[in-house]
């Protein structure tokens, strides 16, 4: 009667008790769960939880499907989905189960779905006598790993922005790649998107690696780069990451100033305003920022073609320059310029400029004598060329072409201009008649020389003309005179 009441005592009170222990590794993870239970217990009697001894997350019981897999139609123990609570079905003789083996163990084998895992539950049954025998079970979880982990990428350390003149094999970024599956599954490979001027060394430390330049930088066609990293793990099928830096090429003074033209010729015209800028010179450069600044100066030398850089005045800033012009002192200037960057150290360019003055019609003709002065022998020959007058201007082209003609007026001075014939083209002077030196000794006129520039210029010049004497008359004996108005001839020498 003692034993049938200690008896319903232990049904009032089942005996269940268990002990949890999880051990994991790099390539998956196992757990050992261990449940002891006395026979003969009531149906509905909890065993344990098994989603919380497994640290499976309850809210997904249902939806990974969560169930004891039994070949039994009668199974002994079920699973609760909603909680992951295992309970009894019905009562457990433990003789009948495990006849009379010693250590009285129940597998089970539970399944989860999406990832797939697989735990082997055994639970541990013992007697129910006055001194219960029992026995440990254990619950054997080997989770297999699946491909549910992408690699991670992780940039450690970068250099945003990397000299142009960077040597192949400069570091640009350290990268960590790291994935939580195991085996094949976290086994990454690494390597670089775009056909770009770099490439991925792996490191002596697994799982690291440096960006590296492969090929020479030239920030002038390429300055910045999207560089994406791709990283591909193993597994079936296999999972990737991608990251994606960017990569800016920063500047150096590799680039001297270029001039805008060549050859640089300038075609200005004379007689500029004072102080007003007559041509412009310009160069630009392919580096940026300071680099790209440049500043203009004249280049002064002894040299001969040098000799008129003393009346420029360049701005250094913009490349004017300022030259007071006088074609009829120089008519073309050729110039050294030189342009300046200022990177460090600072690269030149030079560029010999011709300036061409261009003529304005700004010089009268000048003759040759002022005034001329021209003796003509009597009984010169009509129509015959008597004297010439030249005239000069020192422009050029049309400015400098000159006609002639003669000024004829009323006044007294020119009334003798009428015997004469200028040509117009060379200034010769032709006697439309004998001068006679017993009627006319001297006389002067006006000549008017006349340029063919817009507006014309003209310059007078007064010619004195002085006629010479010829023999050309007898003598005259005007006294005595006959008294009958016959001239007398004498014959001897006065004085006799």
């Keep these: 009667m003692e034993q049938r009441g200690y008896r319903a005592l232990r049904e ?82 433990r003789e009948e189960v495990c006849d009379r083996i010693t250590v009285c163990l129940i597998n089970l084998k539970t399944v989860l779905e999406n990832p797939l895992e697989i735990h082997y539950v055994a639970v541990e049954a013992s007697d129910k006598g006055p001194v219960p025998l029992t026995t440990d079970k254990s619950v054997i979880v080997k989770i297999i790993d699946v491909n549910d982990n992408a690699p991670e990428i992780e940039v450690t350390s970068f250099s945003k922005a990397i000299p142009e003149d960077s040597r192949p094999g400069t570091t640009v970024a350290l990268i960590s790649v790291n994935d939580l599956d195991s085996g094949l599954n976290g086994k990454v490979l690494c390597s670089v998107m775009e056909d770009l001027p770099f490439t991925l060394m792996s490191s002596l430390q697994d799982n690291m690696y440096s960006v590296v330049t492969k090929l020479p930088l030239d920030r002038e066609k390429v300055s910045q780069y999207d560089l994406t990293i791709v990283a591909t793990d193993q597994g079936h099928p296999p999972l990737s990451s991608v990251k994606t830096i960017s990569v800016v090429v920063s500047d150096v003074n590799d680039n001297s100033p270029e001039f805008s033209l060549s050859p640089y010729t300038f075609y200005v015209t004379e007689n500029n305003e004072p102080g007003a800028s007559v041509f412009c010179v310009s160069a630009s450069d392919r580096d940026i920022d300071e680099n790209a600044f440049i500043s203009y100066h004249i280049l002064r030398d002894s040299g001969e073609e040098n000799k008129w850089a003393s009346f420029l005045n360049l701005n250094s800033e913009n490349g004017n320059i300022v030259l007071p012009l006088d074609r009829e002192k120089v008519s073309q200037y050729d110039l050294t310029i030189v342009a300046t960057d200022q990177g460090h150290p600072p690269l030149s360019s030079v560029k010999t400029i011709s300036v061409v003055v261009s003529d304005v019609n700004d010089n009268s003709p000048e003759f040759s004598l002022s005034p001329y002065t021209f003796y003509v022998t009597e009984n010169n020959e009509p129509g015959a060329s008597v004297f010439c007058v030249s005239a000069s201007d020192r422009d050029i082209d049309e400015n400098a072409f000159i006609s002639y003609h003669i000024l004829r007026d009323s006044g007294e001075e020119n009334k003798w201009a009428s015997f004469l014939n200028l040509n117009s083209e060379n200034g010769n002077i032709v006697a439309l008649k004998s001068f006679d030196f017993e009627t006319l000794k001297t006389f002067k006129f006006q000549v008017v020389a006349t340029d063919s520039g817009i507006p014309s210029l003209s310059s007078n010049v007064t010619v004195n003309v002085f006629i010479l004497d010829q023999n050309d008359n007898a003598p005259v004996i005007l006294y005595p005179v006959s008294t009958n108005g016959s001239e007398c001839s004498y014959a001897g020498s006065w004085g006799e």
């Design 12 to 93: 009032r009170q089942p005996s269940v008790t268990y002990m949890v222990a999880l051990i994991f590794f790099w390539s998956g993870a196992s757990a050992q769960i261990r449940y002891s239970i006395s026979e003969e217990l009531k149906e509905g009697t909890v065993v344990g939880n098994i989603a919380k001894d497994l640290g499976i997350d309850l809210s997904t019981l249902k939806e990974r499907g969560l169930r004891i897999v039994s070949g039994s139609n009668e199974p002994l123990f079920q699973l609760n989905q909603d909680d992951g609570i295992l309970y009894v079905t019905r009562k457990i003789d």
